[in-house]
């Protein structure tokens, strides 16, 4: 069974948009936890405008399955990451004001600087993915940082499900294959929702964890927490 992260950042931009503590992010997290999901993704962005780094420290100790913090890999987060000690760290190319992680990392360009923060995690035992897209080329320089894990782009594969699901999932079944021949482990994330999930996990072989936010959290305003990660769980498997 692939594993969901469920992703609260949506959560902290409701709280903060009315100030105070409502709702309470540390609590939908243990919520996520006690309804099935095994792991807690967060994102801080530079601008705080959703998860802020004092919801990170904060998060840590109470979180039981696994938390995964992603986000670009500045001297503040990494700083952070290496405070918290998370289960994994996930680099994302974001600039500071990205609304949200849109593209993936081009591994060969960027290959010198990966490396640093792969090795500066794995020393301290963080368990390491790299954003990418559903690229062989990204995927084998990913693979030469020494990082653990991938985690597909899956936006192009959102945009396209609808007008043909076979074409979309093909680049993504040859990726997480290819990743894995690698000795990768192979996490999935962006704009996975209830309606391509599904076809998704059946297709795609070697996929651990899928990061899901946005989609999960607007679905859980019509069916509840609880219902919405369990129908999500039913997804992937």
């Not at 503040?76 to 004001?97: H, N």
């Not at 794995?122 to 062989?136: H, P, Q």
């Not at 894990?149 to 079944?173: H, K, S």
């Not at 989609?215 to 990660?229: H, N, P, Q, S, V």
Request: with cysteine; glycine share 6%.
């Amino acid at each position: 069974m692939i594993n969901l992260s469920v992703n609260i950042n949506k959560v902290a931009t409701l709280r903060n948009s009315r100030g105070g503590n409502m709702p309470d992010v540390l609590k939908v997290a243990q919520d996520c936890e006690r309804f099935g999901a095994q792991s807690i993704t967060v994102h801080p962005r530079p601008d705080g405008r959703h998860i802020r780094y004092d919801d990170v420290y904060k998060l840590r100790p109470l979180i039981h399955t696994e938390l995964n913090i992603e986000g670009y890999p500045g001297k503040s987060f990494v700083d952070l990451v290496l405070k918290v000690r998370p289960g994994q760290v996930t680099l994302v190319p974001d600039a500071s004001d990205a609304i949200t992680s849109n593209a993936g990392w081009k591994t060969k360009a960027h290959f010198e600087q990966l490396s640093e923060w792969v090795d500066i995690f794995k020393e301290k035992s963080i368990r390491t993915s790299i954003f990418v897209y559903a690229d062989a080329e990204d995927i084998e320089w990913a693979a030469k940082t020494g990082a653990d894990r991938i985690e597909l782009y899956t936006g192009p594969y959102a945009m396209q499900y609808a007008r043909d699901c076979e074409t979309a999932v093909a680049p993504f079944v040859r990726a997480a294959t290819l990743a894995r021949q690698l000795g990768m482990g192979v996490n999935a994330g962006h704009d996975l929702s209830l309606e391509n999930l599904a076809f998704f996990a059946s297709k795609v072989n070697w996929i651990d964890e899928v990061s899901i936010g946005h989609a999960l959290i607007c679905d859980a305003l019509y069916y509840g927490l609880e219902k919405t990660i369990n129908l999500y769980k039913a997804c992937l498997i």
